[in-house]
């Protein structure tokens, strides 16, 4: 019976090795038996290859002729998905910066308007309309900024760092 391994498993990239060199090189190159390597390829086993095997089986695959090396690959397929969160909270974090340093800038400029002698009441009420939108993008942006604390569930993994 055939098993269903998880796509950007490590099962599933040591069974791409193997398929190509056999379980009999793949058990000799990392020097363990093949009951070994037959469970590095199950998902539904804790044991993986140490960083050694693992590059001995992605070399012997390239050398047998495969065009990647399916354990690096399903690492760094694995590492992205880790980090996208934390990427995309600090990619809205930027976003929140920029948009309050924009409104803190209309903020300020319409307020020197509003000072200068003879100020119309409708230059006030445009400052006014501009401190408070900038007062909103400054409370989005202290929201953001606190979602990166420890505890707070944002931008964090299973070790709580952003």
């Known amino acids: 019976m055939t098993k269903v391994r998880a796509p950007l498993t490590f099962s599933l990239a040591i069974t791409t090795a193997?398929?190509?060199?056999?379980?009999?090189q793949a058990a000799k190159i990392t020097r363990r038996s093949k009951r070994a390597?037959?469970?590095?390829?199950?998902?539904?086993k804790a044991s993986m290859?140490?960083?050694?095997?693992?590059?001995?089986?992605?070399?012997a695959f390239m050398e047998a002729g495969g065009g990647f090396?399916?354990?690096l690959e399903s690492y760094a397929r694995q590492l992205d998905v880790a980090l996208s969160n934390t990427l995309a909270c600090r990619a809205?974090?930027?976003?929140?910066i920029a948009q309050a340093s924009l409104e803190s800038a209309g903020a300020i400029?319409?307020?020197?308007h509003a000072m200068q002698h003879g100020a119309s009441p409708t230059?006030?009420?445009?400052a006014i309309k501009e401190?408070?939108?900038?007062?909103?993008?400054?409370?989005?942006?202290?929201?953001?900024?606190?979602?990166?604390?420890?505890?707070?569930?944002?931008?964090?993994?299973?070790?709580?760092?952003?």
Not at 143 to 156: E, I, K, Y
């Open 131 to 162: 401190t408070e939108e900038a007062s909103g993008a400054y409370s989005r942006l202290l929201t953001r900024l606190r979602s990166f604390l420890p505890g707070n569930g944002a931008a964090q993994g299973k070790s709580g760092v952003v």
């Open 109 to 112: 400029s319409s307020s020197i």
């Open 92 to 96: 809205a974090l930027a976003d929140d």
């Open 69 to 71: 090396a399916p354990i």
């Open 49 to 59: 290859p140490t960083l050694d095997q693992a590059i001995a089986l992605d070399h």
């Open 37 to 44: 390597v037959r469970y590095w390829s199950e998902s539904d």
């Open 123 to 126: 230059e006030i009420h445009h």
């Open 18 to 24: 193997v398929g190509l060199i056999g379980w009999d």
